[in-house]
């Protein structure tokens, strides 16, 4: 059973840089994309960005100067640093792993994606 | 484009089928994903791609896309359906960035 375990500080100045990092146990690391998703209060979720096993990343462009993604395929983890951060940022920070096509019934959909693993989820705050 | 339009809220009576839709030009090229969200939970896969739900998700809640625009329709809702629900897809405009639609509330009355 794939289970995805996150951790990191919970409480930011701001300008200080956030970072998570979520370790995956009970599955291969390779195949899927690792994306870092957020929500903040009472608000809907927000992609951050993603990176597979060999360390390509794609991130989601009104975040793209702050961002980081990277991974460690030896520890089955990937982290997430967002610097600069603000009042804005304030959310809960899930990390996720996506699935980019699958096959059912005979049939293949290249053309859909899903994420049916999460993590706990995070809450980080910024505040001075 | 890189947006998914959902309805802020729905209500459904309580047994009654109730559809929430997820609109956007991606979603001519891709297929969505959907998740409830509990407060303080996080999102739970309940459907994805062509129609599928993952183990433990019952038989209920059920997937379809015409053109820019993707349903989940849950037929017989109960209260324990009483949730946030949002769709998520591929944005179709090269990138690949992810995209999620703004969510929907829905109020089994």
């Known amino acids: 059973q794939v289970q995805l375990q996150q951790w990191g500080a919970g409480l930011l100045k701001p300008s200080e840089t956030l970072s998570l990092t979520c370790a995956v146990y009970?599955?291969?690391?390779?195949?899927?994309?690792w994306s870092w998703i957020r929500q903040p209060p009472g608000k809907g979720l927000e992609w951050i960005g993603e990176i597979n096993h060999s360390g390509s990343t794609n991130y989601n462009p009104s975040l793209k100067s702050r961002v980081t993604i990277s991974v460690d395929t030896s520890k089955n983890q990937f982290s997430l640093k967002l610097s600069s951060v603000t009042a804005a940022d304030t959310a809960v920070y899930y990390c996720?792993?996506?699935?980019?096509?699958?096959?059912?019934?005979?049939?293949?959909?290249?053309?859909?994606?899903?994420?049916?693993?999460w993590g706990q989820g995070t809450l980080v705050t910024v505040s001075s | 484009s890189s947006e998914l339009t959902q309805d802020p809220a729905v209500s459904v009576a309580l047994g009654q089928t109730v559809r929430i839709t997820c609109q956007g030009d991606s979603l001519r090229s891709y297929y969505a994903s959907w998740y409830q969200q509990k407060p303080g939970q996080a999102p739970v896969l309940v459907i994805y791609?062509?129609?599928n739900r993952p183990s433990g998700i019952p038989d209920r809640f059920s997937g379809s896309s015409s053109g820019n625009t993707a349903s989940l329709t849950i037929t017989g809702a109960q209260a324990e359906d009483e949730a946030d629900y949002y769709c998520n897809s591929r944005d179709s405009s090269g990138n690949h960035h992810v995209v999620f639609g703004g969510g929907t509330k829905l109020t089994v009355l």
């Open positions: 791609g062509k129609n």
């Open positions: 009970g599955g291969s690391f390779s195949g899927y994309y």
């Open positions: 996720a792993r996506g699935i980019w096509g699958y096959c059912s019934g005979g049939s293949c959909y290249p053309r859909a994606e899903y994420f049916q693993h």
